[in-house]
């Protein structure tokens, strides 16, 4: 593991017009993330980042990946440069993140994803898309189809690996990292180095250069942990008042049948609220994406899939409605608040008889016990839970199910808006399910 003593980004020999656009974004300095990998990515070296969600490795694997791309022109078909993610939802956020800097060095960005039209991405394609972000899946689709070949990728970045392991996506991973140009730049960013990941590391990255700003299980200091326990007969209560809080929050569950639930009963009781998991079609989890960035949508009830492709600014709440069953689970949930510096709590609501394994999940995440606040019981209005929360009670005025829909705006919208108008979901070869909601 190397250490680097980058402050700035002018410390580091970026594409020339990438500056601007960085200080037209607002962002003045790199994060731990940035500075600790971008000499090295910038050098065409391989990398092996560890970091937690939402400390910036979007940038810290796009400004090398845009500056080494710069000045040069994909034939149809043949992607120069490939950011493989493991969701929806993340491949259309590293897009949007990635399109202004991309513009600004003349490159082109195609998103491959699942639940989009298929025709219309094999187009992209074979308009000449420098940058391919893509999920495992439909990008082998379009593979198989012989609309994308990836011999000419020289930059392979693997975003959030270690989900792509636990969705069951590595035989996938594996058999396109073989077709990219054997003497690439690969870059892996990863939380943990389980369930497979560190098999990557070994066989496709080449002397990677190491650096971790956050251990695997680390927390920010800018997040705040509790735990609330909850009777049962008194938590269908305790949510309805903190999902009618001020402001937006999300809430965890384990299954999509009952976030389905659970939305249907906060909208009753006068909560703006919307489920979000991989039942979804993608067009309706790009709309109620954009709803909940617009404010349209307050309560946003989501199952472990959407986890890793939320990026709200301003986000300072996450609930955990079920307790997750692993410690990164956890963190993932978490990790969409407090990000990039800002401020945020995680809020468990726990039944007495899962006051013990909850425990045992925070200790796994590394969670400090002091860290955890509410030992006793609250109740429906309690000054505990109002303190903690913000919590307060719902109108009772129901609201429809489906909120008007906010402006299309941006990358995204463009491309939910293209889905309406495609011909449906062709046919795709089989492939094994994964052991996760898809995300193809």
């Known amino acids: 593991m190397t250490e680097s003593k980058v402050a700035s980004f002018a410390d ?13 974004s607002g962002i003045t300095a790199p994060f731990p993330i940035q500075a600790a990998t971008l000499p090295d990515s910038l050098a065409g070296r391989d990398v092996l980042g560890r970091g937690r969600t939402g400390s910036g490795k979007t940038l810290a694997f796009g400004l090398p ?10 034939r149809p078909g043949r992607p120069l440069a490939l950011v493989l993610v493991p969701t929806r939802e993340l491949a259309q956020q590293v897009t949007a993140a990635l399109e202004p800097y991309a513009r600004a060095v003349k490159l082109r960005c195609a998103t491959v994803v699942g639940g989009l039209s298929l025709p219309r991405q094999a187009s992209e394609l074979r308009a000449g898309a420098e940058v391919v972000v893509a999920t495992p899946g439909r990008l082998t689709d379009l593979i198989n189809r012989g609309d994308c070949r990836l011999d000419q990728v020289a930059i392979t970045v693997l975003d959030e690996a270690d989900q792509m392991a636990d969705m069951g996506f590595l035989p996938q991973v594996t058999r396109l990292l073989e077709q990219v140009a054997p003497d690439g730049q690969r870059m892996l960013f990863s939380a943990t180095l389980d369930g497979g990941v560190d098999r990557l590391v070994r066989r496709f990255l080449t ?18 942990h509790h735990v609330l326990q909850v009777e049962a007969a008194d938590k269908p209560a305790v949510l309805a008042q903190i999902a009618a809080r001020d402001g937006r929050t999300i809430l965890f569950l384990g299954t999509k049948h009952r976030a389905d639930r659970l939305a249907r009963q906060l909208r009753a009781q006068g909560v703006r609220a919307a489920a979000l998991h991989g039942g979804k079609s993608q067009p309706q989890r790009t709309r109620i994406l954009e709803q909940f960035r617009a404010g349209q949508v307050t309560a946003l009830v989501a199952t472990d899939v959407a986890a890793r492709g939320i990026h709200v600014d301003g986000l300072d709440l996450v609930v955990n409605v079920d307790p997750p069953t692993e410690a990164k689970d956890y963190l993932h949930r978490g990790g969409r608040t407090a990000r990039a510096g800002a ?21 796994a995440a590394g969670i400090k016990a002091g860290a ?41 919208a463009a491309r939910a808006g293209s889905a309406h108008r495609g011909s449906g979901r062709p046919r795709r070869p089989r492939r094994p399910r994964a052991r996760t909601e898809g995300a193809r």
């Open 12 to 24: 580091v020999r970026l594409a020339p017009a990438l500056y601007p656009v960085l200080a037209a």
């Open 372 to 412: 955890a606040a509410g030992s006793g019981s609250v109740r429906p209005g309690s000054a505990e839970l109002v303190r903690v929360t913000g919590a307060q009670a719902p109108s009772g005025v129901p609201v429809a199910p489906d909120p008007t829909p906010a402006p299309a705006t941006g990358a995204v």
């Open 343 to 363: 401020t945020g709590s995680v809020v468990t609501l726990a039944l007495p008889e899962q006051r013990r394994d909850v425990s045992r999940l925070l200790a």
């Open 65 to 74: 990946l845009l500056s080494r791309t710069a000045g040069r022109r994909a």
């Open 207 to 224: 002397n990677p250069v190491s650096h971790s700003v956050d251990p695997g299980t680390a927390t920010v200091s800018a997040m705040t």
